[in-house]
Every structure is written in C-alpha cells, then in structure tokens.
C-alpha cells in the first residue's frame, strides 16, 4: 500500500488533533450543571460575603466577583462537608493518618 509522503509526515498529528478536538467537545457539552454560585450573588455587590450548597449539601462559603458581566460566589474558605453522605468516604482523623 503507497502512503503519500504528506500522510506519513502529518498522519499522528492529524489524529492527535482529531482526538483532542473530540475530547474537548465532549466536555464542553456537558455545560455548567450546578448554579447556586451564580443565584448565590444575585442580590449582591461585588465583594459581599456569599454562601451555596451543592447537590450533597456542602456549604460553599466566599464572597461575590465579577466574572464575564456576572456575580459568581468564589469559595474562599474550606468547604463544610454534609455529614455521612454517600458520596463522601470517612476522612481520617488527623492523628490516624500521622501513623
């Protein structure tokens, strides 16, 4: 089988740029599926303290910027986990995992 000169130079790279090109679609498809950070500010002021949870019912707490013309609760202190959901195994104690 003759494969032409421009293919056996450029056949990897083409299908690198195929396969990135598809992963990233895939991605993007999928969209922004939690808009509690955005409903969080939407009486707010840029710079006011702000707080959401998510679909397990952890607290997000952060203040209110602006981010493409819009309010968005960035989370600034460390999220407050909801107690013996599924979703979240059983973080060792500080002691237990100094051993």
Known sequence: MHV????????????????????TSAVFAHGIHNK??????????RGASCAYTDGHDDLYRGSC???SNALLCVRNQPIVRQEGHASHPAEPSPAAAGK
Do not use: D, Y
């Open 36 to 45: 509690a950070p955005w409903a969080a500010c939407e009486a707010q002021e």
């Open 65 to 67: 910027q602006l981010i």
């Open 4 to 23: 032409s000169p421009f293919m056996r130079i450029f056949r990897w790279p083409l299908i690198s740029l195929a396969m990135l090109a598809l992963s």
